[in-house]
Structure formats: structure tokens, C-alpha cells
């Protein structure tokens, strides 16, 4: 959603329907994940995708029967369907797709009340009725913690249908948000559990990552950069005033002057956070690694030559950090993929951020075999 939000926001703006289309369900390998989303508009702009180009022009002409009055309709394609295999999914999976129009102003403020919250980077899930016992399309808005009935700061937006599935559905929304997961989830009529009658797809938008740069060099411009093309909400920091400046870093989210360390222990960090240590300066390494190493941050990459980093680790275990945590760290850092500019030192970062996140090997796919995409 994101990749498209600002073209949406307009449309809603602007009260032009449109119909959406959003992958609910991915089985085996398939181009994009559940949250994928193409937008087709009644005058056949189309935004976003669903599947990379495999399915996109079958979609298509759904989102125009939709649009047109058709109803919300899931559809699927897959390898083994012979109407699917025609318009192009050749990659072994299969995909449910959800379309459904937003037409009536109401419709369209609500969903512009769903893309507000999105686009300030606050919490949210949508649920939405799939199939079964309860209306096809029908949407339920889940905050954190809410106030029912209205979309203010805390509140939840939309009903499913009756009052036992809405508190069902918001239970699992919020765990569903707390972990970033998305996916599709089963109910009674009345959200009753382990029970089959309902389908339901909770997509979750949580903020986006952090990724903490520290060291206002050109290789930290770089990562920031591609830290930003990946979606992180990207932080650089330095003591140094006449580096650390918002002209050398424009893509950054933030540029803070600050010690390192007096910094990392005064922000939040999180399990989805990663932090890159480019400074390779033991002055600002060592109390900077000693509080790293003492967040939940799920990658800590640490810039420096073998000797260098030997030394670190000495200094680090005089510091008192144990083995354990030592090995938290990696250094030097990045996939060995021959890099030599900070471009290509970013990129060489960036795919061990990948790996890690993922649980990659690092090898070229076409030496390896079985699946693709690893679950989360």
C-alpha cells in the first residue's frame, strides 16, 4: 500500500472511485507477498501491482467488472489453472486476489481515514471480510487501543458484521500488529474459535523499521540511501558538527549530532531495528557497541578490517561484553561481493541485512535448489 499511498490519497481526495485489488493469500512462490496491492481507476489508470506483471491483465478487467457494480470477488490464480497458466503465472504458485471498489464519498473517507494514519507511520490493521458468514468486503479498522465506533487518535473504524466477531477479529488484529504479520484468519459467525464459517484477511501497517547509521562518512551516505529504498526509516548520527549536516545526508529521515553511544541510549530500538557502525573509531565504537549490544536490535553491523576488528573485540571484551553478545556483531561487515565504492559497500550491507532478516545463504541462486522464499 504504501508504494502507491500518495496516488490513492489523491484519488479519495478528489472523490474518483476506484477499485482495489490486494493479494490476501500467497501458496508456494509467487511474485509479491499478502498486501500487494493495484489500484484501476474508471478511467483505466492503473496503479501498484499484484503480482509483478504475471496476472496483472486479468486483474485488470476484474477491477473494471467491480468497479462497474460486479460486487468485491477473491479470485485466484494459479499454475494449475488453466485460465491463470494463460494470462502468465508460470512461477509455481498460486495467489488469492481480493478486489473490491470504493465508490460512495463514505467509502472513500473512510479509506482516507485508513491512508492518513499509514502515511504518519502509526499503527493500523484493516480487516476484511473475505467469505463465509458474514458480508464479502466488509472492513473493520483496528488501532492498538481504541474507542469504538470512532477513527480519532485511538479508535477503530467498521464493523464485521455482528459484535462477537468484531472483538474476535480486533483480538488478533492487534497481536497480528504487534508482531507484523499479515494473513488470513478463520471465525464462527459470532467469532467463535477453531471454527471455519468465516474468512477474514487482516492486513497490519506497522511503522516502518529503523535503521541507525552512525559515522557521517560517504559510505554512511550510501547506506542511508539504500536504507531508505528499503523502506527503513533511516537515522544518521555523529559528533562531528561539520559532517553530520542535512546537505551531505538528504535522504536521511534524521541527521542527529549527538554521541553515538549518549544517542543509541536515549532512543528507541526495537527487534526490527538495525544498526550500522561505520565510524571505526574505537573513541566512539566501543561505548557505542557496549550499548548496542545491550538492545533487542535485530542486526548490529560493525565497518573495519579484520585487524581492526580483532582489536575491537578486545577492547570490547575489557569492556566486560561477553561472548554471547560478541557474537551478535557482524564484522567486518557486509556479504563479500568484491565492493570497492561506498555504493557498492551499501549494497554489500544492504544484502546482509536481507540475509539475516530472511535467513539467506548468501550464495548465488543458481547454485543452490528448493524454494526461493524462505517464511519469515
Known amino acids: 500500500m504504501r508504494d502507491i499511498l500518495p496516488g490513492l490519497q489523491a484519488r479519495c481526495a478528489a472523490g474518483t472511485p476506484f477499485a482495489l485489488a490486494t493479494v490476501v493469500a500467497v501458496h508456494g512462490s509467487a511474485p509479491r507477498d499478502p498486501g500487494a496491492v493495484m489500484a484501476v481507476d474508471g478511467a483505466g489508470t492503473v496503479l501498484g501491482s499484484v503480482s509483478g506483471g504475471c496476472v496483472e491483465g486479468d486483474v485488470y478487467e476484474v477491477a473494471r467488472e467491480v468497479l462497474a457494480g460486479a460486487g468485491p470477488r477473491v479470485v485466484s490464480y494459479g499454475i494449475s489453472d488453466d485460465e491463470a497458466f494463460g494470462v ?34 502509526l499503527p493500523v490493521a484493516e480487516a476484511t471480510v473475505l467469505s463465509g458468514a458474514a458480508e464479502s468486503g466488509a472492513r473493520l479498522i483496528v488501532r492498538p487501543t481504541s474507542s469504538p465506533g470512532t477513527l480519532g487518535a485511538l479508535g477503530d473504524l467498521g464493523t464485521l458484521g455482528t459484535e462477537g466477531l468484531d472483538a474476535a477479529v480486533t483480538d488478533d488484529a492487534r497481536g497480528m500488529l504487534a508482531q507484523g504479520l499479515t494473513g488470513i484468519q478463520r471465525y464462527g ?110 542486526y548490529i553491523g560493525v565497518m573495519g578490517s579484520r585487524r581492526t576488528h580483532s ?66
Open 88 to 121: 502468465g503465472l508460470t512461477c509455481g504458485g498460486t495467489i488469492e486476489v481480493l478486489v473490491r471498489a470504493y465508490v460512495s464519498q463514505a467509502e472513500l473517507a473512510d479509506l482516507a481515514a485508513l491512508l492518513d494514519l499509514i502515511a504518519a507511520g
Open 189 to 298: 459467525a459470532h467469532g467463535q474459535r477453531r471454527m471455519q464459517e468465516v474468512a477474514v484477511f487482516v492486513r497490519t501497517y506497522a511503522p516502518p523499521p529503523r535503521m541507525i547509521v552512525f559515522g557521517a562518512i560517504d559510505h554512511a551516505a550510501a547506506t542511508a540511501r539504500i536504507g531508505s529504498f528499503l523502506g527503513y526509516r533511516v537515522t544518521v548520527c555523529d559528533a562531528r558538527p561539520a559532517f553530520a549536516t542535512r546537505e551531505r545526508f538528504p535522504t536521511a529521515d534524521e541527521v542527529v549530532r549527538a554521541w553515538p553511544h549518549d544517542y543509541l541510549e536515549a532512543t528507541e530500538v526495537d527487534t526490527r531495528t538495525v544498526i550500522c557502525v561505520l565510524t571505526h573509531d574505537p573513541k566512539f565504537d566501543v561505548p557505542l557497541l557496549v550499548a548496542a549490544l545491550r538492545t533487542p536490535a535485530a
Open 311 to 376: 582489536d575491537r573485540l578486545a577492547r570490547l571484551r575489557k569492556a566486560g561484553v561477553d561472548e554471547p553478545a560478541l557474537a551478535r556483531l557482524a564484522s567486518p561487515v557486509g556479504l563479500d561481493l568484491g565492493a570497492r565504492t561506498p555504493e557498492e559497500t551499501a549494497v554489500s550491507i544492504a544484502a546482509e541485512i536481507v540475509q539475516h532478516r530472511w535467513g539467506g545463504t548468501g550464495r548465488p541462486l543458481g547454485e543452490l535448489t528448493g524454494a526461493i522464499h524462505r517464511d519469515r
